[in-house]
């Protein structure tokens, strides 16, 4: 969960793509997407639907932190050190 | 080949996630197109399968799914293979001695040679009763992982007429009935099994009202 909070904390307004944060934090879809769930239905992360980039494709879930999920990021990286989210995941 | 097998594995996943999480299964989907176009759709397929499976029992439709399988799993199919088993290998426990029908025919006390051509005869008949027993219980399986209840109930109603039958047959053939009693017994026991969940499932799939069809 540290991981994923911090990739999306690296870009907070930026809607991000699952497949792109598996690659980011290198966990796979297995627990990329329970971890997701999870965060949602605490009101940590929140979703949205983009149309897709070309035509014949589905459409894509992206992700962002919320406001709660925000404030649990900056607290997790002030509890370890008051550094950024790299240091204290160090 | 490898793509068709992760597009199933995604399909199995989706399902597994049910209507509560439908949402996430669409989720799932769309990215598994992006992982196809890198060249990993098996390992991000199963990866949604293993997710899908352990949020299985946090949802009531897939705590459902799951009592579905481990009872048709875990008592009907055994119950059918006995059946079917002891229909096609003479019936081991139907007469005293372990040694079925085939003991009882053999030469011996005064009443195997009165009664020999008496089994002979039912022979056929009970046969076809323990195999229709057995079938039943893979059809009611079946059927109810489909999820037609009409079904289960249409087709419990005649396993267990089925069992009523070899019961009562047997009794009139002095045969020793206690084993099939047993199974009967079993039988009713899942028939009210089947009842509960067919109560469970038209509580999570309420069927539209008449007004609603009429829409």
Not at chain 1, 34 to 53: C, F, I, K, N, Y
């Amino acid at each position: 969960m540290l991981l994923l909070l911090e990739a999306l904390s690296a870009r907070q307004q930026q809607w991000r793509h699952g497949y792109d944060l598996m690659k980011e934090t290198g966990l796979l879809s297995g627990t990329l997407y329970p971890l997701l769930m999870r965060m949602t239905d605490q009101g940590l992360v929140e979703a949205e639907w983009h149309a897709p980039s070309q035509p014949g494709r589905p459409a894509r879930h992206a992700y962002r932190l919320t406001a709660a999920g925000m404030a649990l990021a900056h607290a997790v990286a002030e509890d370890e050190g008051g550094g950024t989210f790299r240091t204290a995941l160090a | 080949m490898r793509a068709a097998v992760a597009r199933g594995v995604m399909a199995l996943a989706i399902a597994c996630l049910g209507r509560c999480r439908q949402q996430w299964g669409l989720a799932m989907q769309g990215e598994f197109e992006a992982a196809a176009e890198e060249g990993k759709p098996l390992i991000f397929a199963f990866g949604c399968l293993f997710a899908a499976v352990r949020e299985m029992p946090t949802h009531e439709e897939g705590r459902f799914v799951l009592t579905n399988y481990v009872f048709a799993l875990g008592l009907m199919m055994p119950m059918a293979t006995l059946q079917i088993g002891c229909a096609l290998l003479g019936f081991p426990y139907l007469y005293p001695g372990q040694d079925g029908l085939r003991g009882a025919m053999a030469a011996g006390g005064v009443q195997e040679s009165l009664l020999r051509g008496v089994y002979q005869a039912a022979v056929p008949s009970l046969s076809v009763l323990l195999l229709l027993l057995g079938i039943g219980h893979l059809r009611i399986a079946w059927v109810m992982l489909e999820g037609d209840w009409s079904r289960v109930t249409a087709i419990g109603t005649r396993t267990m007429a089925a069992a009523a039958t070899l019961v009562i047959f047997m009794a009139a053939l002095f045969l020793d009935g206690s084993q099939a009693v047993l199974q009967t017994a079993v039988l009713a026991l899942e028939l009210a099994i089947l009842s509960l969940l067919a109560r469970w499932h038209a509580q999570l799939f309420p069927s539209p009202s008449s007004e609603e069809l009429a829409r």
